[in-house]
């Protein structure tokens, strides 16, 4: 696959909520649904890494379906709400960057 932007992302999205009728969903609903996702992801990186094995009869799912679940409501939420997430991005990075930039220990990459 191809690489793209956050902006060719939200308007892949776009398009393809738009060819229903029904559109995105209500915010509380957006939210909603999120949360459920997060559960999920929740739940494989516990299957994974935690102590709690997954049963003979779960779905075979994945962390990265997972991430990919959120990523899509995250991109609908965002479109639904005007938002560009680039900019928005951009300004949470400026954010760690400014506010946070002495907070953790940077990792030495001077050379010898």
Not at 4 to 23: A, D, P
Not at 38 to 51: I, K, P, T, W, Y
Request: charge should be negative.
């Amino acid at each position: 696959m191809s690489e793209r932007s956050l902006h060719e992302l939200q308007q892949e999205v776009h398009q393809y909520i738009s060819q229903f009728k029904e559109g995105y969903f209500s915010p509380l609903s957006m939210m909603a649904r999120m949360s459920e996702e997060v559960g999920e992801l929740a739940r494989e990186v516990n299957h994974q890494f935690g102590e709690k094995p997954k049963k003979s009869t779960e779905a075979d799912n994945s962390i990265e379906m997972e991430l990919g679940d959120i990523l899509f409501i995250t991109i609908c939420f965002a479109n639904s709400l005007g938002i560009d997430l680039t900019e928005a991005h951009d300004k949470v990075m400026h954010k760690f960057n400014t506010r946070d930039a002495d907070r953790w220990t940077k990792v030495n990459t001077e050379s010898p």
